[in-house]
């Protein structure tokens, strides 16, 4: 309300449109309010019909926040499989010590089982760094 306010005010007092939005959208910036003054815009250069091209757009800010949606479920889903996979290696280890009781005291007792230990738990946290790291997209 206030910063559309400003832009009449702007107006009122004579100056251009292009200039009146091109301040509004340094003040907020924002993608969805840079393609609305853009649109805007050349449509008053052009003199074309504004009820046409804001339909266009609405369309393809709905498309962008669909896309956007879907983009969030998917890294949501990656999300789930970085703490999981690292949750099954340690399942895993503490179902063998259940099925054969003494298995892990076995295993770490020697410095080969230690290594193997070591380097399970350094590969899972690996797997885990990269998984979060690949999944950080900007939406």
């Known amino acids: 309300g206030e910063e559309l306010a400003r832009v009449a005010r702007r107006l ?3 100056e251009s449109l292009d200039e009146a939005l091109s301040e509004l959208t340094d003040r907020l ?3 969805e309010l840079v393609v609305l003054v853009t ?3 050349l449509s ?3 003199g074309g019909t504004v009820v046409s091209s804001l339909r266009n757009l609405t369309e393809t800010l709905e498309e962008r926040k669909e896309t956007r949606r879907e983009v969030k479920t998917q890294l949501s889903q990656v999300t789930v499989t970085a703490y999981a996979v690292p949750a099954f290696g ?3 280890m503490l179902l063998m010590n259940a ?3 003494g298995a892990l005291d076995r295993m770490t007792g020697a ?3 230690q290594a193997a230990v070591v380097v399970a738990i350094a590969l899972y946290a690996i797997g885990f760094v990269v ?3 690949l999944s950080r997209i900007d939406v």
């Open 44 to 46: 008053n250069r052009a």
């Open 12 to 14: 009122a007092v004579g």
């Open 39 to 41: 649109t805007l815009v």
């Open 131 to 133: 998984i979060r790291r």
């Open 99 to 101: 099925v054969m009781p």
């Open 111 to 113: 410095f080969i089982g």
């Open 90 to 92: 340690i399942g895993a």
């Open 29 to 31: 910036p924002s993608r």
